[in-house]
């Protein structure tokens, strides 16, 4: 098993004119897991791994690899593996000419090189120039580079961008096998589906701050079960969850005016079994959990809030109804 190597982000401020991209952002990527670094467009994600990498300067803040600034790195290739752009290609170049360039700074032979696009599934197209390559054939070549230097840590930007879902099966097994090998994964996306499977923590911004971060299986302890109701009589509704108090999830005021709501704390058996006893016809009574996707953009801002355990708004919801 070889040593850990953790990411440490801490402070990390960019701002670019009138945009805060990266807002007072710390997290940490462990070893030997799949961080999914989770947002959507323009939430700063690119220009955080940008600081990772040393390429950025953060404003304020630091980012650590093993302990060491990027720039600080001795042999940086062997250390740390990066994809930020799958369109970074000399279109003249065929693949292994590509590889072949990056090679001695990694300090990999053609062996390697072969061995690389054998991995990646481009052996076939080995002889082929970059300038004709699909986004999803670049990306696995961008991953081939990457890996030259067998390094500790491998930091990808929205690697399945372009991929199909072979290819999307290939890479999560590749991650998950390169995670448990004690290496560090930080992994970018800005949909939560593509890689749900193959992450074990996630990280989430929105509008350059950190939403939430936790191992994947707690996002969904965000989301609270809700139960929808539908009655023709809106004021026998209302009277209803009055008297029982029952929080109503917003959007769907109990003020008498509607027909439907949703209802959270409680179960459609308790709900059915009241209404029964008022005498109130319902049209609906339905049970609902909300799934990963909907914590997701919740978080991010992008769906109706979802209720939470949590009793403080994310920054992403504080702006909406
Ligand atoms: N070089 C730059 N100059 C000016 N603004 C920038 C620059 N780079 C990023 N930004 C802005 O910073 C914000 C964060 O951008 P960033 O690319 O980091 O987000 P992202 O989460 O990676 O988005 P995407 O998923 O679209 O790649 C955006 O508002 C973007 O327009």
């Given at each position: 098993?070889?040593?850990g190597?953790?990411?440490?982000?801490?402070?990390?401020?960019?701002?670019?004119?009138q945009?805060l991209?990266?807002?007072?952002?710390?997290?940490?990527?462990?070893?030997?897991r799949?961080?999914?670094?989770?947002?959507?467009?323009?939430?700063?994600?690119?220009?955080t791994?940008?600081?990772?990498?040393?390429?950025?300067?953060?404003?304020a803040g630091t980012?650590?690899?093993?302990g060491?600034a990027?720039?600080?790195i001795?042999?940086?290739?062997?250390?740390?593996?990066?994809?930020?752009?799958?369109?970074?290609?000399?279109?003249?170049r065929?693949?292994?000419?590509h590889?072949l360039?990056?090679?001695p700074?990694a300090?990999a032979?053609?062996?390697?090189?072969?061995?690389?696009?054998?991995?990646?599934?481009?052996?076939d197209?080995?002889?082929?120039?970059?300038?004709?390559f699909?986004?999803?054939?670049?990306?696995?070549?961008?991953?081939?580079?990457?890996?030259?230097g067998d390094?500790?840590?491998?930091?990808?930007?929205e690697?399945?961008?372009?991929?199909?879902?072979?290819?999307i099966?290939?890479?999560?097994?590749?991650?998950?096998g390169?995670?448990?090998?004690?290496r560090?994964?930080l992994?970018?996306?800005?949909?939560?589906s593509?890689?749900?499977?193959?992450?074990?923590?996630v990280v989430?911004?929105a509008?350059?701050?950190?939403?939430?971060?936790?191992?994947?299986?707690?996002?969904?302890?965000?989301?609270?079960?809700?139960?929808?109701?539908?009655s023709p009589d809106?004021?026998?509704?209302?009277?209803?969850?009055?008297?029982?108090?029952?929080a109503?999830a917003?959007?769907?005021?109990a003020?008498?005016?509607?027909?439907?709501?949703?209802?959270?704390g409680?179960?459609?058996?308790v709900v059915?079994?009241?209404?029964?006893?008022?005498?109130l016809e319902?049209?609906?009574?339905?049970?609902e959990?909300?799934?990963l996707?909907?914590v997701?953009?919740?978080?991010?801002?992008e769906a109706?809030?979802?209720?939470?355990?949590a009793?403080?708004?994310?920054?992403?919801?504080?702006?909406r109804?």
């Open positions: 098993m070889t040593p190597t953790p990411i440490t982000v801490r402070g990390l401020t960019r701002r670019f004119g945009v991209a990266v807002d007072d952002l710390s997290f940490d990527v462990a070893p030997g799949v961080t999914g670094f989770l947002g959507p467009n323009g939430a700063g994600k690119t220009t791994l940008r600081m990772i990498l040393g390429l950025a300067r953060p404003d980012a650590t690899i093993g060491r990027y720039v600080d001795p042999q940086p290739t062997r250390e740390v593996g990066a994809v930020l752009e799958a369109s970074s290609f000399h279109p003249g065929t693949a292994i000419q590889l360039l990056f090679a700074a300090g032979t053609r062996a390697r090189c072969d061995e690389l696009l054998a991995l990646v599934g481009l052996t197209a080995a002889e082929r120039r970059v300038g004709g699909s986004l999803g054939m670049r990306q696995r070549l961008g991953l081939a580079t990457a890996l030259l390094p500790q840590v491998l930091i990808l930007d690697p399945t961008n372009g991929l199909d879902p072979g290819g099966a290939w890479l999560r097994s590749f991650l998950r390169f995670a448990a090998d004690g560090t994964v992994v970018s996306s800005h949909v939560l593509e890689v749900q499977q193959s992450v074990d923590d989430v911004l509008h350059g701050r950190m939403v939430h971060a936790s191992p994947l299986s707690e996002l969904a302890a965000l989301a609270t079960p809700a139960v929808h109701v539908t809106a004021s026998g509704l209302a009277r209803l969850v009055a008297t029982h108090g029952w109503v917003p959007g769907a005021p003020d008498g005016s509607r027909t439907s709501v949703a209802l959270l409680t179960t459609t058996g059915g079994a009241a209404a029964h006893a008022a005498n319902l049209h609906e009574l339905r049970g959990t909300p799934g996707e909907d997701f953009l919740s978080l991010v801002g109706p809030p979802l209720q939470r355990h009793a403080e708004p994310t920054t992403a919801q504080e702006g109804a």
